[in-house]
Every structure is written in C-alpha cells, then in structure tokens.
C-alpha cells in the first residue's frame, strides 16, 4: 500500500488548518543590531535568514510561529527597483513557487506613507485543495542613502491582526547606518 498520498493529504490538511497564528508579542521585543542594520522585532518571533546576497543584497526573513511571512531586504540603490515594480515581481515569482496550490487574483492598492515608508498592500488568494484562502501582503519601501530598504509582510486574512503589531514594529525602529564607502551592507 502507497502511504504517500495519505501523508501528503492530512500535510496538506495541517497546512489549511494549522496550529494558529500567535499573537505577536510586542510587549516584550528583541533587539537586532548587526552590519548597519538595527531594529526591535517581536519576543516570540526568530530571524530565520540573515544573509549577504549577490549585488550586496541583504536579506532577512522571520518565523513568526505561524504562517505569516517577514522579510527585509537591502538593495544598493543602482540595483534597486521602484516599490510597485518590485512588488509585481515578488508576487510573481511567489506565484510561480509555489510546490503546491496556487495564488490567484492579486490586486495592488496603494497606501499611505507610514514610519517614512512608501506602502502598498496586495490582496490575493491561495487555492489549495479546492478551498480559497485570502491573504494580504504589504510592500513598504524606504531609501536610506545609497540603500533601499523593502520589508514584504504576508499573512491570511483572518490572522492579520495577530501580527499587525509586530509588522509595525519592525517597521517603527528599523533603521540603517550607511555602510562606508566601498563596502556591502
């Protein structure tokens, strides 16, 4: 008997339903200071990635406990895309990425500036097994110097105000020291 359909099915099943997402604990944040890059994330969320891409692009990404999506990336400014080009591509890519289901229907909308980003928030739908799930996603977009900074905020819907607060918070205290001449970031 071939077991791996069984598997992959009630895998499939705990992805849908998952064990919930966390609230973010705000409250109790820790600090993140390394390479130029410094700011406050929430006390029950990792940094998952930290790492120096080609081009010096720098890239971050958080485990949240659930399913939402973090990530922040550096670009030097003679690589760096506008907010709505990059955001296009991102959601692109994601889409073409996926092992399984499939995102459908984006609509970008933008937002207004907040914490000195530029924002703009992409609604879209993950279609898995037959079931629709909604989600959000919020590009925000701010220059530092010679640096562009992009932070990609993913959730469901339905979790979206389990993590606001530790989206914003990234947001609110991130900062950058420009990294001296020559250097990467």
Request: proline letters at 5%; hydrophobic letters at 45%; charged letters at 20%.
């Amino acid at each position: 008997m071939n077991i791996a359909p069984a598997i992959l099915l009630v895998s499939v099943g705990f992805l849908l339903v998952g064990c919930g997402e966390p609230v973010a604990d705000v409250a109790r944040p820790q600090g993140y200071e390394k390479g130029g890059l410094k700011f406050l994330y929430p006390g029950n969320w990792k940094i998952a990635e930290d790492e120096v891409l080609g081009a010096g692009v720098r890239h971050l990404s958080f485990e949240t406990g659930g399913d939402a999506v973090m990530t922040v990336q550096l670009f030097p400014m003679a690589v760096a895309d506008s907010l709505e080009d990059y955001a296009s591509a991102f959601s692109t890519e994601t889409a073409a990425a996926l092992p399984i289901g499939k995102m459908m229907a984006s609509k970008f909308t933008p937002l207004a500036e907040a914490d000195g980003f530029a924002r703009l928030q992409e609604n879209c739908e993950l279609q898995l097994l037959g079931e629709k799930i909604p989600h959000v996603r919020h590009y925000l977009s701010r220059d530092f110097g010679e640096l562009r900074c992009f932070l990609i905020c993913q959730v469901a819907d339905e979790d979206l105000l389990k993590v606001t607060g530790g989206f914003k918070q990234v947001a609110a205290s991130l900062s950058v020291a420009l990294p001296a001449a020559g250097t990467a970031p």
